[in-house]
C-alpha cells in the first residue's frame, strides 16, 4: 500500500469493510510481483468485523471479532466467537474495500 493511500486510510477506517493482504511467497508458488496475489483478512460470510484499530507509523493494530464453526460434540455445530489481535504491516497490504452506502432520495 503506498504511503498516500495509507494516509487517505486513516481518514476513512471506520468505513473499511475488508482488508486485502499480500500472499507469500511459498516454495510452489515465486510470485515475481506478490502484490497481484492477495487473501482476505476477514471472513465476510461468517460475519467477521474490525472491533478497534491503531495507527502506529507503517502498522496497524486490529481486534477482529473472529467466529469459528464449533462440534459440541451432541450433534450440534455453533459458532464460537474469539478476538484475535493482528499487527500488520503497511508493504503487506495490497488494497482496502469500503462499505457502500446508499443515499436515499425522494421525490420532490
Not at 486490529?62 to 504491516?89: A, C, L, P
Amino acid at each position: 500500500m503506498t504511503k498516500k493511500f495509507w494516509n487517505d486510510w486513516k481518514n476513512r477506517v471506520g468505513e473499511t469493510e475488508q482488508v486485502y493482504l499480500c500472499l507469500p511467497k511459498s516454495k510452489w508458488f515465486d510470485y515475481s510481483n506478490s502484490l497481484y496475489y492477495s487473501r482476505d483478512l476477514l471472513n465476510l460470510s461468517n460475519k467477521e468485523r474490525i472491533l478497534s484499530y491503531k495507527f502506529n507509523d507503517d502498522v496497524v493494530e486490529f481486534v477482529i471479532e473472529r467466529k469459528n464453526i464449533v462440534y459440541d460434540g451432541h450433534y450440534n455445530w455453533h459458532y464460537s466467537t474469539q478476538n484475535e489481535y493482528v499487527k500488520i504491516n503497511r508493504k503487506d497490504i495490497v488494497s482496502i474495500k469500503f462499505k457502500k452506502y446508499e443515499t436515499k432520495t425522494e421525490d420532490i
